[in-house]
């Protein structure tokens, strides 16, 4: 938690209650110790897709498809491309998507998403929320498959926040924090992207790509 957490509480509680589905998906992350999207980030992140609607989406990072189902209710028009390296996972998402109706417009990739995807993939929008070390190297993969004009988000890019306090981190935790404060400086530097970061949930980066 990054930020008061009374006001982390306040607003959690003030986001629309979800789906059935959601709802037990939460449940079974809370009780599993899976890591999902932050409900705050989650409504955000609905928000900005309700905005851009973005016909193609990449998300890397599936888990049990919690956050694929939030990207495709709120990008109606939307086919996602998700990418997941877990099989246990990759089975409990897919029939998690065929329980919420969506299998048609989701097609999940397992496998390593270092290994980035073939040329004919374009999209305009990229969601980042797996390997927390890697997020530089799915940058690079990922990023020239945005078209211009297209969304980039990043999930955790604050780190509870240890970025802005990198000596409160713990000895194995901390090169994985210099991890993310380098990323989220090459973020905020590149000249192909517009960035603002977020204090929302665990932190969001939002780029525009020029």
Known sequence: MITNPAIEDYVTKLVSARSPLLAQLEQEAETEG?????????????????LHRPKAILEVGT?????????????????IVTMELDEERIQRAQNNFKLAGLSERIELIGGDATKGLPDHYEFDCLFI???????RTFLDLYLPKVRSG????????????LVA?????????????????RFNHHLMERPDLETAILPVGDGLAVSYKR
């Open 34 to 50: 899976i890591p999902i999207i932050q409900l705050p980030s989650a409504q955000t992140i609905r928000l900005l897709l309700m």
């Open 63 to 79: 888990a049990i498809g919690y956050s694929t189902i939030w990207l495709a209710e709120a990008a109606v028009d939307a086919k």
């Open 129 to 135: 929320d797996a390997a927390k070390g890697q997020y």
């Open 150 to 161: 297209g969304l980039i988000i990043c999930d955790n890019i604050l780190f509870r926040g």
């Open 165 to 181: 306090a990198p000596e409160e981190a713990s000895k194995r935790l901390r090169p994985l924090v210099e991890k993310i404060d």
